[in-house]
Structure formats: C-alpha cells, structure tokens
C-alpha cells in the first residue's frame, strides 16, 4: 500500500503517512464521510484551525512566536488563515450588503454636510477590502517595530507575522460584531466606534504577551504608536498632495481640499 499523497510505502495497517503525515483514505466519498470530513476540519477542538483562533485568545504567544521560532505543525499557519479570512470578510460584506443596504453606511461618524465624501471612501475600501488589509499588515508592522526599537526580540519581517496572525483574528471577531450590530439597527459607523477599541485592546494584549511587559509599559507604547501613526500618516497625505500637484497643478490640490470640505 502507498500513500496517496506521497506515494511512500506503507504498511497495511497505517491509519497515516509516517513521511506526510496524511490521513489513509480507505472508503469513497458518501455524504455521510464528507459530512464527517467537515466537522473534523472545522469544529473539532483538536483540529489546527479552530485551535488556532481559541489560542490566538487565550495564549497568543504561544501561537505567533511559536510561528516565528520554528513551531509550524501545531498551528495554523499566518497565510493560510489570512486567506481564510479574506474570504470570510468578502462573504460577510456580501451578507450585509444584501439584506441591510441601509445601515451600510458611515454617516454617523461623518462630519456633518460631508457624509458623501466619507461613504464615498468607505465604497472604494469595501470594494478593495482584501487589498487594503493586506497593504496595511506591513504599515502596522512598521509601526510596531519603532515602537519596540528597543526589543531586539522580533524583527521586521516577523513583526509582518505577529499582525497577519492578529489582523485575521481582529477581521473575524470584527465580521460577527458587524453582523450583530446591524442586526440590532445600529448603522456601519456606531459599530465601527465599537470594534476599533476593541481591536487595540487585543493587539495591545498580543504585544504585552509576546514581550512580556507590564500593563504600564504596554499603555505607553499603546500611546507612542498612536503617535507614530499620526506621523505617518501626515507623511502620506503631504506625499498625495504632492503626486497631485505634479500631475494636475494646483486646480488638483484645489479639487482634494474641496473633496473634504463639508456640503451644506
């Protein structure tokens, strides 16, 4: 008998490859092993994914710098579950775009007389969801690399790890929040409110762990890292303008400035 996977020799008996590990499939597919094959997959607590995200919770530490010091059987891997996820999301805006097209919608955060402007770049981040969560990992990651620019512990690439592992939790605990919250008539913006502390809680928890330091400490850097963003953000604007200036002069400049100017 060989592995299917593989093809090594295996003995008779084998229930698994002792080279790839996969499972000896012995029976074909019935509805009932399929069903049974799902289950396994996503709802026991022995499987990598569901333990995975309970880890994530509970012992984050042991899941990303287990990740980052060579431990890649126990859990699920960043990517995969990053992958996992975009899809999860893209589903989950599919859903609330169907059935609560009206609370889709960040007017309640919006300055007054500029709710179309807002929703206007809520649209185009809705539409390019999967890209912009991607391209904000590596900022993200940035920023929490100055911020411990003392700690020698992780370096860029895996500070990259650290937030796929945690932008992918914070996206589906974000998924159900959004869901509940609009099921119970609140608009897209009051929920949003709601996540966003919820989502620096976390990560601040993920780093207090992963470099265990004090509840003191974490604040602090908690508090630096909001001002790290705040610069590179201003960075980037003043760049946008400047891009703009080079392609479309000053009536460019004049069209942004406008953009944001609240309608009365």
Not at 38 to 54: P, Q, V, W
Not at 76 to 104: C, D, H, R
């Amino acid at each position: 008998m060989h592995c299917k996977n593989c093809h090594t020799e295996l003995v008779l008996d084998s229930d698994f490859c002792n080279r790839c590990g996969g499972k000896v499939i012995r029976n074909r597919l019935t509805f009932r092993n399929l069903f049974e094959h799902i289950s396994e997959t996503f709802f026991n607590y022995d499987n990598k994914l569901l333990r995975t995200c309970i880890d994530l919770f509970k012992k984050p530490e042991e899941v990303i710098g287990g990740y980052i010091n060579g431990i890649r059987k126990r859990y699920v891997n960043p990517i995969s579950l990053f992958g996992l996820t975009l899809t999860l999301v893209g589903l989950e805006w599919l859903f609330l775009s169907k059935f609560f097209p009206e609370q889709m919608n960040l007017s309640s955060i919006a300055v007054q007389g500029n709710e179309s402007g807002i929703n206007n770049v809520f649209s185009f981040i809705q539409d390019y969801s999967s890209i912009v969560m991607m391209l904000l990992i590596p900022v993200y990651a940035l920023i929490s690399r100055i911020v411990f620019f003392d700690k020698k512990t992780f370096n860029y690439v895996e500070h990259i790890v650290a937030f796929t592992y945690m932008t992918s939790i914070i996206s589906l605990v974000g998924a159900v929040l959004n869901i509940i919250g609009l099921s119970l008539g609140k608009d897209l913006g009051v929920v949003v409110y709601f996540n966003l502390p919820i989502q620096i809680i976390y990560i601040s928890y993920c780093f207090k762990r992963l470099y265990k330091i004090s509840f003191i400490e974490i604040v602090a850097r908690a508090i630096l890292s909001f001002i790290v963003y705040m610069v590179i953000y201003i960075i980037v604007m003043l760049a946008t303008v400047v891009v703009i200036y080079f392609i479309d002069g000053k009536e460019g400049i004049m069209n942004l400035l406008e953009s944001f100017r609240p309608k009365r």
